[in-house]
């Protein structure tokens, strides 16, 4: 399939997890359901690479995670992309999460990210107010780091950050 690609995504802490989830399960218990892949851990994505770089990219994250400590981002902000599409909260670029992400990959154009919804633009629209609703500025903690194909959705690796719980 010509639109498969691997993504290194960054993952978070339990409690990170469940506030971010619970701010899409609302979305989700108000109708909104969006295009975006379920089941998968809320993160942000860290770069797109593709198939054949699967062996190279293992070993990236497993050495980047032995050498990595977990480190605290703070949600901040909720924005829609350009193209109104997609709804997202998003952290405060740190030192730590800039660093992550050049090690992984060039960082030009990158807007860190957790997606909550994507969707048609009027849909999205009609979202926003529900996400603002449950929304308020908190700290969370990236604590490991994934590695899926897309799509469909197929996860090849998680590994903890050092040290991480």
């Known amino acids: ?39 998968i851990p ?32 703070v949600f901040s902000h909720i924005g829609i992309f350009a193209g109104g599409k997609v709804l997202f909260i998003a952290p405060d670029i740190s030192r730590a999460l800039l660093e992550l992400k050049e090690r992984l990959g060039p960082s030009r154009g990158w807007t860190p990210h957790t997606t909550m919804l994507i969707d048609e633009p009027e849909i999205i629209l009609k979202a926003l ?21 897309f799509f469909p959705a197929r996860h090849i690796l998680s590994v903890k950050l050092k040290n991480a719980q």
């Open 1 to 39: 399939m010509e639109n498969k690609a691997l993504y290194i995504l960054a993952g978070y802490d339990d409690p990170t997890e469940r506030r971010l989830a619970g701010i899409q399960d609302n979305l989700y218990s108000h109708g909104f359901t969006g295009t975006h892949t379920k089941n």
């Open 42 to 73: 809320q993160h942000i994505t860290l770069g797109s690479f593709p198939l054949d770089r699967e062996s190279r990219l293992i070993d990236l994250l497993r050495e980047t995670a032995e050498t990595t400590a977990p480190f605290t981002v």
């Open 129 to 149: 107010p529900e996400v603002a609703k449950s929304f308020s500025a908190f700290e969370g903690t990236v604590s490991s780091l994934h590695l899926y194909e």
